[in-house]
């Protein structure tokens, strides 16, 4: 659905201060987030001043979770309210300009891709100001053990193919591609996060700013720790549960009906691994330049060392040229891993611009018939073609699923939970300094897990006359399913998720006397999901046919956005403030808002005024790496911990890096990277490192005769290594360890018990 727009502006002066001395109308933004469960409230303010001695136009693009319900748009200005009202889109359009022609104020928001928007205050006289408000509900990603909430604050530039920019509106283009500054903007952010969760909070971390945190139980509140940073990476805030992801219901008022968010936790039955066809897409673009480059391989790495022996694999380099490491996937033994790692290990970001779709048709396309193809797609995302990447991936989706990593620091939520959604995979998320390992053992562990794709719900008496999706995801094991619906009212019920063979894999009990609340985030985000399914959905093409069901789909869009007061593809939200006539001010001078380049973005480093450094922060305990004696493997007392008590009141962070990550991943790293294709670790001086001995002979005289083979005593060595020192991430290295059962079940070694606390590996291992 191509849109029509306002005209592009015209030029790009948008320095912090221009040749003619024109300061940057925006003067700061302010963000206050409600989180309730899963769903989240926010609402956006945004300062601007006229500093000029004429009236301006101010053009603010600025991002938001793609698919947000934008619900709200209220500007204050001169100590007057004005709130917006929800039209048509050209209508809007033409109040705005009907209003600028007249010489009075007016003030629009518009939905330009579903995760970037644009607001024009127009008409701002000298020495005016106006803050402009807009709401938005959304939810909750899932976190390793509670939610995640991510906050994106910047645009980063976007790659266009230079066919696809031939076809845009001219005013879109402008919109997704606003003005960069490199070095910082005059304007920063002020943050305020309010949480009630579903369980006890137990921890609070944010890899992106420093925070302040006030705990209490199921409630929280989250602050920033310095004043105003800088607008340049995504807002990351990792809420850690003692009762994660239960399954469950909650139900708020939608008019005379009742809109529900049902939360499924599926367990499906257990069946024999099969081989596996794995294909890794990597982002070689240069906007992957630097730290998001080093996520990326070190992430393609853990990946490698994953596989197992009977898998087939291949990588694929991107930018404006491919690199495909070999013609078609191979058997993954060692010599394929060396020689993969061995390339891999020099690649650089260096291949120009991000064209996507080339090797994602190159590689769906080969996919086998009867042997289902696994992508794993490494990339920040940032392109302009976004809409016809995902349609291909839903394309080939009965025979490839694709698993998609956003890396860095602005990563393209559309894209990159785009393809994953339409395919039936999933996506996760690595922020710069965050431990990549918990995501990457999620998405292997997702390879070969039982795996539903031809699912229904059982609504047990439910008359739902909307849900969304309607079609159910497919899942793997783990899986969380949000399910949201309107109903007539809430009833007793129980909502089961059956297989095709009618056998129940997970459900959900509705109460019929739970409480009904009057919020109205979770009808909000119905609405929005309903229109974004039809959006993703709609029809193109010229035909006849195609034309009818795509005014067909434009009328759903637009009643829904309409009733709900929603923005999307169809609507707007335009204000106007009447002047008197010596208000009304001579000719109005656009002012295009600049952006801050995200922070990394290319490789760039720079230093910016109040930026931010990473940090993290626990208030229930936390495990630090510290010197450890050599020697410490022949006797044991146990793991050490490091708590941070939280005694309900302020608690502010310090400079730092992620709590586990550094010295202790770094060892982690170093351990999966010997681990060889078949299972086994070879001993050497790196394993001995590691140990922190000075060799295994003193060892293999205490050991049975049948553990002293090398590669045998080298396994254990690497196995116990794991067990203790990262205890707490058995989740990250599960199935690197099975893999290393199993490769010592085939030498005659039975399965060893877990090594218990005060365990000496002398005494462990006589035990096997």
């Known amino acids: 659905m191509k849109k029509k727009g306002r005209a592009a502006p015209e030029g790009r002066d948008c320095g912090m201060v221009t040749s003619g001395g024109v300061a940057v109308p925006l003067k700061g933004v302010a963000m206050d987030v409600r989180v309730r469960g899963a769903a989240v409230l926010t609402t956006v303010s945004q300062r601007f001043r006229n500093d000029e001695?004429?009236?301006?136009?101010?053009?603010?693009?600025?991002?938001?979770?793609?698919?947000?319900?934008?619900?709200?748009?209220?500007?204050?200005?001169?100590?007057?309210?004005?709130?917006?009202?929800?039209?048509?889109?050209?209508?809007?359009?033409?109040?705005?300009?009907?209003?600028?022609?007249?010489?009075?104020?007016a003030f629009l928001l518009d939905q330009n891709r579903p995760d970037i928007f644009s607001v024009s205050v127009g008409r701002l006289l000298p020495g005016e100001e106006a803050v402009v408000r807009i709401s938005h509900a959304g939810r909750t990603e899932r976190f390793d053990r509670g939610l995640r909430l991510r906050i994106p604050t910047t645009i980063s530039p976007r790659y266009i193919p230079p066919g696809k920019a031939l076809e845009m509106d001219p005013a879109e283009l402008d919109a997704i591609l606003p003005p960069v500054v490199i070095g910082g903007v005059p304007y920063g952010l002020s943050m305020s996060v309010d949480i009630e969760a579903g369980s006890a909070i137990s921890a609070i971390s944010c890899p992106s700013y420093p925070i302040t945190v006030s705990m209490h139980g199921r409630k929280a509140r989250v602050g920033l720790a310095v004043r105003e940073p800088q607008l340049d990476q995504d807002f990351v805030l990792d809420i850690e549960l003692a009762e994660p992801g239960k399954a469950g219901v909650t139900a708020c008022r939608d008019g005379s009906s009742v809109a529900m968010m049902l939360r499924f936790r599926p367990v499906l039955a257990e069946s024999a691994k099969k081989p596996r066809d794995v294909v890794f897409i990597v982002d070689r673009s240069g906007s992957m330049a630097g730290e998001s480059f080093e996520e990326a391989r070190a992430a393609l790495m853990l990946c490698l060392k994953s596989l197992e022996e009977g898998d087939r694999f291949n990588v694929v380099g991107f930018g404006s040229t491919m690199d495909m490491m070999f013609t078609a996937p191979v058997a993954y033994d060692q010599k394929n891993l060396d020689i993969t790692t061995a390339i891999a290990g020099k690649w650089i970001a260096d291949l120009g611009g991000t064209e996507i779709l080339a090797p994602m048709k190159a590689v769906l396309e080969k996919a086998e018939r009867g042997r289902k193809l696994n992508v794993l797609l490494l990339t920040d995302g940032e392109v302009g073609n976004e809409r016809e990447v995902i349609e291909l991936a839903?394309?080939?989706?009965?025979?490839?699923?694709?698993?998609?990593?956003?890396?860095?620091?602005?990563?393209?939520?559309?894209?990159?939970?785009?393809?994953?959604?339409?395919?039936?995979?999933?996506a996760e998320f690595i922020f710069p300094g965050e431990r990549i390992e918990p995501k990457v053992m999620r998405q292997m562990a997702r390879l070969s897990a039982p795996y539903a794709a031809d699912t229904k719900l059982d609504w047990g008496g439910l008359s739902p006359s909307v849900a969304v999706p309607a079609e159910l995801p497919a899942f793997c094991t783990g899986d969380e399913i949000d399910i949201l619906c309107r109903v007539p009212a809430v009833k007793d019920a129980l909502v089961r998720i059956k297989a095709a063979d009618g056998s129940v894999i997970a459900e959900c009990a509705v109460d019929g006397s739970m409480p009904v609340s009057d919020d109205r985030t979770i009808p909000l985000l119905l609405a929005r999901e309903f229109i974004a399914s039809i959006e993703q959905g709609a029809a193109s093409g010229g035909s006849e046919q195609s034309a009818r069901r795509r005014k067909g789909d434009e009328a759903r869009i637009l009643s829904t956005a309409l009733e709900y007061g929603l923005v999307s593809s169809q609507t707007s939200y335009v204000a106007v403030e009447e002047r008197e006539g010596d208000e009304k001010g001579g000719t109005v001078n656009l002012r295009r808002v600049p952006v801050a380049l995200t922070r990394g973005y290319g490789g760039m480093q720079f230093c910016l005024p109040c930026a931010a450094p990473q940090v993290a922060m626990s208030l229930a305990g936390a495990a630090f790496g510290g010197a450890k004696k050599a020697g410490r493997l022949l006797s044991r007392?146990?793991?050490?911990?490091?708590?941070?008590?939280?005694?309900?009141?302020?608690?502010?962070?310090?400079?730092?890096?992620?709590?586990?990550?550094?010295?202790?991943?770094?060892?982690?790293?170093?351990?999966?990277?010997?681990?060889?294709?078949?299972?086994?670790?070879?001993?050497?001086?790196?394993?001995?490192?590691?140990?922190?001995?000075?060799?295994?002979?003193?060892?293999?005289?205490?050991?049975?005769?049948?553990?002293?083979k090398d590669e045998v005593l080298a396994t254990l060595v690497a196995l116990f290594l794991l067990h203790w020192d990262f205890a707490d991430r058995s989740d990250e290295w599960a199935l690197i360890a099975e893999k290393a059962l199993k490769w010592l079940a085939a030498q005659g070694v039975p399965r060893p018990a877990d090594p218990s606390a005060g365990t000496e590996l002398a005494g462990w291992l006589k035990s096997i």
């Not at 917006?84 to 009907?98: I, L, N, Q, S, T």
């Not at 400079?655 to 681990?675: E, H, I, K, T, W």
């Open 394 to 426: 839903a394309k080939h989706r009965k025979n490839a699923r694709i698993f998609s990593f956003g890396i860095g620091r602005g990563a393209s939520g559309t894209l990159v939970r785009g393809v994953a959604k339409a395919s039936g995979g999933m």
């Open 53 to 105: 001695d004429s009236p301006i136009e101010a053009l603010y693009s600025f991002p938001l979770e793609e698919n947000s319900s934008v619900c709200g748009f209220e500007v204050e200005i001169g100590g007057r309210r004005i709130r917006g009202r929800v039209e048509e889109r050209e209508k809007a359009f033409e109040k705005y300009d009907e209003a600028m022609q007249k010489g009075d104020s």
């Open 637 to 708: 007392s146990g793991p050490k911990h490091a708590a941070v008590q939280n005694d309900g009141g302020i608690q502010q962070t310090a400079s730092g890096g992620p709590s586990g990550y550094g010295v202790a991943a770094d060892r982690f790293m170093q351990l999966v990277g010997l681990q060889l294709a078949n299972g086994s670790w070879r001993l050497g001086k790196e394993l001995s490192a590691l140990a922190e001995v000075e060799g295994f002979d003193a060892l293999k005289a205490e050991v049975p005769e049948r553990l002293r």
